[in-house]
């Protein structure tokens, strides 16, 4: 009789464990875009692990799957991966535009050295790999960051 308790209480000890969620938290992303001519832009929001490579994506703006290949970086990390991105895609965003989105990240990746890339892309224009990047540190999360192409700045605030 003590034996199947034992081995009751160590099955549902393994059943808590395993069921145990990674937390995360929901982060609104406020993006202002500077003003260009030209068409849409698509941006991929990436998370960057320690050593510079691609863990996941995070959210994708635009939502025509032939062009993806003009983000250049990411769309070999995609291939690979074959990530299903129908999920967490949204319309692409023109010169001058907003765009506020949601996205949630692993807490156990903040303050470890990822960051989020902001990669971006337009039809016929230059393409900008790291448009804007922002450390998952608690400091790089409250800051506005600046971009550098047609990303004039990257806002997150945790909801």
Known sequence: ????????L????IC???FQSVAQSKYKCMLQMANYMGEGAYI??????PKGEYEKTLYVMGDDKKWYKSLKEWNKFQTQ?????SAISGASVTGGDRSIT????DDSKINKGYKLRFESAVEDQKYHISDAEIPLTTEGL?????G?????YVRLNKI
């Open 1 to 8: 009789m003590k034996s199947i308790f034992k081995i009751a």
């Open 10 to 13: 160590t099955a549902s000890l």
């Open 16 to 18: 808590i464990v395993s």
């Open 44 to 49: 991929v929001v990436s998370l960057i692990n």
């Open 81 to 85: 991966k074959h990530e299903d991105v």
């Open 102 to 105: 949601t996205f949630e990240i």
């Open 142 to 146: 409250a800051d506005k960051t600046e």
């Open 148 to 152: 550098k192409g047609y990303i004039r």
